[in-house]
C-alpha cells in the first residue's frame, strides 16, 4: 500500500521558475526522503530530512517537514529542462534497515 | 566503485513460467532490498535482506521469494507468473544505520508477462 500521497500528480513549468511538489503520509515516521526518477529507469536519491528536523537544504533543493501535519514539501528553485522527471517521497518508519514506503509521485515537465 | 547492478534489464514470460532477477549492491553495502514499480506507481516493498536474512517483508504472495548470498548479491524468484507481475523490478542497497539512510538503486529489470 502507498504511504504518502505527493500533490500535484503533474506540474508543468518554464525553465527558471520554481517548482513544489507536497506529500502527506499517514504513520508516524523516522525520516522522510525524496527521490528522483528518469523515465522509468532507477530512483535516485535527492534528500533526506529526519523526524526532528523541519528544513533542509542541497543545492537548489529545499525541503520542509512538519510531523504535525504528516506532511513534507519539495521546493527546486530556478528549474531547468533537465529537472524533467517523476519525483516521489518515501516515508521510512524503521530504524536500522530504510523499509521505505512510496508515493505515487508528481511527474515534473520543465520546457525550456 | 560500480553502482547496483541489477540483470536482466528486460524480459518476456508467459504465464505459469518463473523467474529469476539478480542483484549486485556496491562495494561494502550488506543490505539488499527489492520494490517492485508498476506503471504509474510508486515503488512497493518487497522483501529486504541483510546478512543474508530476511529483515522485512511486504505485502505480497508466497509466489516471490529472494535470498541474500555470502558476497552480499541477491536474487529475486517469481513463480507462477500473472499478467499483473508485469512491472519494473528494483533493487537497492544500502548501510544499515540507526537513524535511516538512503537506498542506492540499480537500473531495474523490466518484466512482461504475456
Known amino acids: 500500500s502507498q504511504q504518502g500521497e505527493e500533490d500535484p500528480q503533474a506540474l508543468s513549468i518554464q525553465e527558471g521558475e520554481n517548482a513544489t511538489m507536497n506529500c502527506s503520509y499517514k504513520?508516524?515516521?523516522?525520516?522522510l526522503q525524496w527521490y528522483r526518477q528518469n523515465s522509468g529507469r532507477g530512483l535516485v536519491h535527492l534528500i533526506l530530512?529526519?523526524?526532528?528536523?523541519r528544513e533542509k537544504h542541497s543545492g537548489r533543493l529545499r525541503v520542509t517537514l512538519d510531523t504535525s501535519k504528516k506532511s513534507s514539501s519539495l521546493l527546486i528553485t530556478a528549474s531547468r529542462a533537465a529537472d524533467t522527471a517523476s519525483y516521489f517521497c518515501a516515508t521510512d518508519r524503521e530504524t536500522g534497515y530504510s523499509t521505505l514506503t512510496f508515493g505515487k509521485g508528481t511527474m515534473l515537465l520543465v520546457s525550456p | 566503485d560500480a553502482g547496483v547492478t541489477q540483470s536482466p534489464t528486460h524480459l518476456i514470460k508467459t504465464r505459469g513460467q518463473q523467474v529469476t532477477l539478480r542483484c549486485s549492491p556496491i562495494?561494502?553495502?550488506?543490505?539488499v532490498s527489492w520494490y517492485q514499480q508498476v506503471l504509474g506507481q510508486g515503488p512497493q516493498f518487497i522483501f529486504q535482506?541483510?546478512?543474508?536474512?530476511?529483515?522485512g517483508r511486504g505485502n505480497f504472495p508466497d509466489r516471490f521469494s529472494a535470498r541474500q548470498f555470502p558476497n552480499y548479491s541477491s536474487e529475486l524468484n517469481v513463480n507462477a507468473l500473472l499478467l499483473g507481475d508485469s512491472a519494473l523490478y528494483l533493487c537497492?542497497?544500502?548501510?544499515?544505520?540507526?537513524?535511516?539512510?538512503?537506498?542506492?538503486f540499480g537500473e531495474g529489470s523490466r518484466l512482461t508477462v504475456l
Open positions: 504513520t508516524s515516521i523516522n525520516n
Open positions: 537497492a542497497s544500502s548501510r544499515p544505520s540507526v537513524q535511516g539512510g538512503e537506498l542506492f
Open positions: 530530512i529526519r523526524s526532528n528536523e
Open positions: 535482506y541483510y546478512e543474508k536474512e530476511e529483515r
Open positions: 562495494s561494502g553495502h550488506k543490505s
